[in-house]
């Protein structure tokens, strides 16, 4: 059975980029009848905050992505304990005492010598008694995760291919902190083990988080801390997107703010932003597929491209127009104008490119309306339409008809001045829909109105 997870850290908001990833690892999810996993990455207790996580299920909820199951790394601590003492016991980790600041000269040397980063490891040479002395100080350690040089790190990744990382070109990661906090690295890992993950689906800049990470999965392996579960010892298959930018193809500032806040203010339809960002990137086609279901069933990992999808926010805007065109009277009624019927929806649907513009179509049925001056020859020929008004099944059919017959106009000359009379506007929904929602009497009143004002 596949499981994928979602993992926020619940530090802010939720942006598109993480939106993206949700709904990709949900949808994997769907397609193979499997689970789909929120997980809250909350092990750093001073950034997360509990609105966040809310506001996170909240979103979700909003974007109809359901999950089987939550869980919370800040409620898993015992486990991750579990996991360092294994890792402990089998020589994976060692203690290391260097300040922040150290660490930041040290890098900046190598950086200086044209040398990549990678940690020295100069406190994997420490003595026991050196250990020991560090400690008599009261100065706490922090602890590495000891990468294993001679372990070729390779992994057929479902986007980008076959990878191939060199523990050496690593640095060993630090997993926890002084204080006894964990770092992201080694909880995601085992929370992967324990809670069966088959796949890891996430951006490319967690790709050298997946080297190490599987140094780590092995490491537990081998100290026998998946056989605590139902996991058997194998590998999550990994997959990383590439990341999404702006129109202009850069890493955009503003993508990391825009979530379903803003969305919504902009009277976006969550099916409009699922469309988008379940192709965004790949070789199909990006179309206004409101079905969920298909998009579910053409979800597939090898139409992925390596380079940045473009995230451009006209094609939401179209996207948006092609989805409320498609839109239910029942799926939005209670979002309507009052008064608004399944017939009303129906005429005003192919003019919106927002729900929220209904009300503004609406006020052409309800009134009142706002009538240009006609010059004498409309007026005439306006007055002569409030004569011909007869009320069947089509009465804009009958009165166009009949008007064609009786004064010869044509075209734009015979449609723009009833337009105008009956509507103030020179452009709108279809005459022979709206005619019927305005019904007889108002409507051969606003023709005489017209027919009487004069410029
Ligand atoms: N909390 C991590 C993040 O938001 C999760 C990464 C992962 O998918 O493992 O980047």
């Keep these: 059975m596949i499981t994928t997870r979602f993992a926020p850290s619940p530090t802010g908001r939720l942006h598109v980029g993480n939106i993206r990833t949700a709904l990709h690892n949900w949808m994997l999810a769907r ?42 790394q800040s409620a898993r601590l015992d486990r991750y304990e579990a996991a360092f003492a294994a890792l402990r016991n089998t020589g994976r980790l060692y203690p290391c005492f260097e300040t922040a600041q150290e660490l930041e000269v040290r890098r900046k040397i190598a950086l200086g010598r044209g040398l990549p980063p990678i940690y020295d490891r100069a406190s994997l040479k420490l003595t026991d008694v050196e250990i020991a002395s560090k400690q008599a100080e009261g100065i706490a350690p922090h602890w590495r995760f000891k990468l294993n040089h001679d372990e070729p790190i390779m992994w057929d990744d479902g986007i980008r291919g076959p990878q191939k990382f060199d523990a050496a070109q690593l640095s060993d990661p630090v997993i926890r902190r002084a204080d006894g906090s964990w770092l992201y690295m080694m909880p995601s890992a085992v929370d992967d083990i324990d809670m069966d993950v088959t796949q890891v689906l996430r951006g490319e800049d967690h790709v050298s988080n997946t080297a190490v990470q599987i140094q780590i999965f092995t490491a537990l392996h081998a100290a026998g801390f998946a ?60 179309e206004p597929i409101a079905d969920r279901e298909a998009l579910v069933a053409s979800f597939d990992l090898s139409t992925f491209g390596r380079a940045p999808a473009k995230f451009d926010e006209e094609d939401l805007e179209r996207l948006n127009a092609g989805i409320v065109h498609q839109l239910s009277y029942e799926a939005i009624a209670d979002r309507l104008p009052a008064g608004m019927d399944a ?113």
Aim: proline share 5%; charged share 25%; aromatic share 6%.
């Design 31 to 72: 397609q193979g009848g499997g689970r789909f996993i929120l997980r809250i990455d909350d092990t750093d207790a001073a950034r997360s905050k509990e609105e966040y996580v809310d506001a996170i299920r909240a979103d979700l909820a909003w974007l109809g992505i359901d999950w089987d199951l939550e869980e919370r």
């Design 227 to 286: 056989a605590q579960t139902s996991a058997a010892n194998a590998l999550p298959s990994f997959a990383h997107e590439a990341l999404l930018v702006g129109r202009e193809g850069k890493l955009s500032k503003r993508l990391g703010s825009l979530g379903c806040d803003a969305f919504r203010e902009r009277g976006i339809e969550p099916e409009a932003i699922i469309a988008l960002l379940a192709r965004l990137g790949t070789s199909q086609p990006i």
């Design 343 to 455: 017939d009303g929806w129906h005429a005003i649907r192919p003019n919106l490119a927002h729900i929220g513009e209904a009300a503004d179509w609406w006020r052409l049925v309800t009134g009142p309306i706002d009538v240009p001056a006609f010059n004498e020859d409309d007026r005439a020929f306006i007055g002569i339409a409030a004569q011909s008004l007869v009320w069947g099944s089509n009465p804009w059919a009958d009165l166009t008809l009949a008007l064609k017959a009786a004064t010869q106009r044509k075209g734009r000359g015979l449609f723009l001045p009833l337009r105008q009379a009956l509507t103030g506007m020179d452009h709108g929904p279809d005459m022979g829909e709206l005619l019927p929602l305005i019904g007889e009497e108002e409507a051969r009143a606003r023709l005489m109105r017209a027919a009487a004002l004069q410029g």
